[in-house]
């Protein structure tokens, strides 16, 4: 059964206790150097530039204390998607490449009445092979931040940042609760998954041994399991609605914030760290 074990895979949403330095950071801290960082890392255009960044989170992973290979079985769950996203790119994202870039491989095959042109273009590699090792380290570096961070530090850290923005009607406590809420569930629906497959297998059903490329099959075995796991999240949802209501939660409003203590020498310098990395990646002429 070690191939339904979803819950050994789901890193975000997860907290391992420490003491390294990204544990003694205080959350505002972590969550400003997460979305400089990530800034980083979405924005970059050189291959060179994405290594970097990739390399930058691993190191992020490394200083944590966490074992990268944990880390990185956070990838797992969506290494299907990743390569159809891989190959629908190769095969088709060079035939309307606006750029006029060279192209690297072209073929056309025929089925039946219908011909079809694949084409892979500079263009179109670059933006393949961008996109997925930005998605890697976009994975990797929200797990960094779950994984040292807490649910409820998190949560405050989220509702304080967006605390400038109540003059503009922006909802900071419940945006931060709704986020608190859906990090807190990811670990809970992937156990719901594991749960489901399991009884599925039980009873007979092939989902089609990992590591074959067996996608189209899995996919098939996993809409019985998709109804029964939406119910469940559903009815997850409202007895936790129903428990709020029951103890009389009405938001942010007329709530008393809790006074989290200014941020030290050494938070600034996590959020100075991140800018100048960031400042760095933008700037530094990369060959590639």
């Known amino acids: 059964m ?93 035939n309307y490449d606006p750029t006029g870039s060279a192209v690297l491989w072209r073929q056309q095959v025929a089925l039946g009445p219908y011909e079809f042109n694949f084409t892979v273009t500079e263009s179109s590699m670059k933006q393949t092979v961008q996109g997925v090792v930005r998605i890697i380290a976009l994975i990797v570096l929200t797990s960094t931040l779950t994984l040292t961070t807490t649910i409820t530090g998190l949560a405050k850290g989220i509702e304080t940042l967006l605390a400038p923005f109540r003059r503009v009607k922006v909802p900071g406590h419940e945006a931060a609760m709704v986020i608190a809420i859906a990090y807190r569930f990811v670990p809970t629906v992937a156990d719901e998954l594991e749960r489901l497959m399991k ?68 938070d600034w310098t996590a959020i100075a760290s991140a800018a100048v990395f960031t400042l760095a990646v933008w700037n530094v002429p990369w060959p590639l």
């Open 2 to 94: 070690d191939e339904f074990d979803f819950a050994r895979s789901v890193t975000v949403g997860q907290y391992v206790p420490g003491t390294s330095v990204l544990h003694r950071l205080d959350p505002r801290a972590k969550l400003a150097a997460f979305v400089i960082v990530l800034a980083a890392i979405i924005t970059s255009d050189s291959y060179i530039g994405n290594v970097v960044g990739l390399s930058a989170a691993l190191g992020l992973v490394a200083l944590a204390g966490i074992p990268v290979g944990y880390v990185l079985s956070g990838v797992r769950p969506i290494v299907p998607i990743l390569v159809v996203f891989t190959v629908f790119n190769f095969l088709f994202l060079g």
């Open 199 to 266: 009884a599925q297998a039980s009873r007979g059903a092939d989902f089609g041994r990992p590591g074959r490329l067996r996608f189209v099959k899995r996919a098939r075995q996993m809409i019985p399991i998709t109804v029964p796991l939406f119910v469940g999240a559903f009815r997850r949802a409202e007895r936790l609605i129903m428990a709020m209501e029951s103890r009389c939660y009405i938001g942010g409003k007329g709530r008393t914030p809790i006074t989290l203590p200014a941020l030290g020498r050494r």
